[in-house]
């Protein structure tokens, strides 16, 4: 089966490709398409904003946590209900791991077999443009490059130079473009852009952007190219292969303002294996869910909220309980941020937090850590057992006030380049680690967290 698909990669970070993206899935919608969009790599905070204008949940497709089949097995599951999906590429369409291939989006656009658009930001440019072009259309021929959209156009007679350049001496069509125009930013802090969950007045942003998209840019000669996508390879799945589970395990998960960074995919394969997801928010909620048999806190920005999750004391106690009592706990960078004693924002000052780990966490005056890792298990835990691995990726500004111990962690993560570090934190049944995970790396993870849950809620019982 044929699945309408296309990839919008740039030709380096900070061309545009997500408010194009944005905009041409909004394009879409208004004419009827039901988009389902996707993100290249492991951003969270793109997906937010394509998630908010597409009204589906935006996935992850990273081409190095994430095997051929996965990727495969992934975008097929969330293709087949859609008319057409969109892929925002992440950096420039080459950029993969130590300057390799992997985990590039031309490794994404060769395994899906997509056809891509090339956003050129054409500030300053006008037929050198056409020599940019040139050199990503013959660095690598395996990848479909289908045309070209510019962005930063100056005026007419610009954008005719730069078009008529492209199209004459590489022989690829000029789509359209966006012209200059400084209002068409997305607003930005530490991590990169301020997720859609708490930034929503886009409202006034979104029709800009989609008024000038439906002027300047050929939307129709787009669908014509995902139409014409190539078939999807064949694949195996690895994932969701048996019927779904009875959703007999209740598992409580962090989500507002403060926590907001999950793989959907990482959600789906919980509630696949037996997992029923209630949602909470540490900052509102007094109390956790009831008849809840473990917890899951993801990424997000707690060191901007501190003073409001500082505050909420009842659920940090109820939360650091449940762990002395031994309910499974797993928490990933900002979970693990909210499980240690203290948080110390920007300005210095320091906030209570659950106390279940006996380090505080301090935020950086610059990016602390970054990169894909490969995990290595030395010890038994409740998501994975001695000697398994999975692949994941780290980010984040905040450090610990101490070098972690080894007879307290059960993670070996290894970064290319570096030598082995420690991670994942483990108390009583409580993992917390720095690294996030992607359970499509190693199914097993999600399985034994499931697994460790309904022992708990027997014991319980």
């Not at 507002?256 to 037996?274: A, M, P, R, V």
């Not at 490969?374 to 905040?398: A, M, P, Q, T, Y």
Request: aromatic share 10%; with cysteine.
């Amino acid at each position: 089966m044929k699945y309408p698909r296309i990839i919008f990669a740039g030709t380096n970070s900070g061309v545009g490709k997500t408010t194009l993206t944005m905009g041409l899935i909004l394009a879409l919608k208004r004419r009827g398409f039901n988009v389902q969009p996707f993100k290249a790599g492991p951003d969270y905070i793109d997906t937010s904003y394509h998630t908010h204008v597409s009204g589906r949940i935006c996935r992850n497709l990273d081409p190095w946590m994430l095997s051929k089949n996965t990727i495969l097995e992934l975008f097929q599951r969330q293709a087949k209900s859609s008319d057409i999906s969109v892929i925002e590429g992440a950096m420039g369409l080459y950029d993969g791991l130590l300057g390799k291939q992997e985990g590039s989006s031309a490794h994404l656009a060769k395994i899906t077999r997509s056809p891509v658009i090339l956003i050129v930001d054409a500030r300053s440019l006008s037929r050198s443009a056409a020599a940019i072009v040139l050199g990503y259309k013959e660095f690598d021929r395996e990848v479909d490059l289908r045309g070209v959209i510019l962005n930063n156009i100056a005026s007419d007679s610009h954008y005719r130079s730069i078009k008529y350049a492209i199209e004459k001496d590489v022989r690829l069509p000029v789509f359209g473009f966006l012209p200059k125009d400084k209002g068409l930013s997305l607003p930005e802090r530490h991590l990169g852009l301020i997720p859609a969950q708490e930034k929503k007045p886009l409202d006034g942003l979104l029709k800009k952007v989609a008024k000038l998209i439906e002027t300047n840019i050929d939307i129709n000669a787009l669908i014509a190219v995902a139409k014409g996508a190539k078939l999807l390879p064949d694949f195996k799945r690895k994932i969701f292969l048996q019927k779904p589970a009875d959703n007999k395990i209740n598992i409580a998960l962090a989500r507002d303002e403060s926590f907001n960074f999950y793989y959907q995919d990482n959600l789906d394969i919980f509630t696949h294996y037996g997992a029923n997801i209630i949602e909470f928010s540490p900052i509102k909620d007094k109390t956790l869910p009831p008849d809840i048999n473990g917890i899951y806190i993801g990424g997000g920005f707690p060191e901007l909220f501190a003073s409001k999750l500082s505050k909420n004391s009842a659920l940090r106690k109820d939360i650091l309980s449940r762990a002395k009592k031994g309910m499974p706990i797993y928490a990933e960078c900002a979970g693990l941020m909210y499980l240690s004693k203290n948080i110390s924002d920007f300005r210095g000052r320091s906030f209570p937090m659950s106390g279940v780990f006996d380090f505080s966490v301090k935020m950086g005056k610059r990016l602390s850590a970054l990169g894909y890792v490969n995990v290595e298990v030395f010890k038994d835990n409740i998501l994975s057992n001695e000697s398994e691995r999975i692949r994941g990726h780290i980010f984040h500004w905040s450090y610990l006030n101490r070098e972690p111990k080894k007879n307290e962690t059960v993670f070996k993560v290894k970064k290319k380049g570096r030598g082995p570090l420690l991670d994942g934190f483990f108390r009583w049944n409580v993992l917390a680690c720095y690294t996030h995970l992607h359970f499509g790396s190693n199914v097993k993870f999600a399985r034994n967290f499931i697994s460790n849950c309904a022992a708990y809620a027997k014991r319980r019982n």
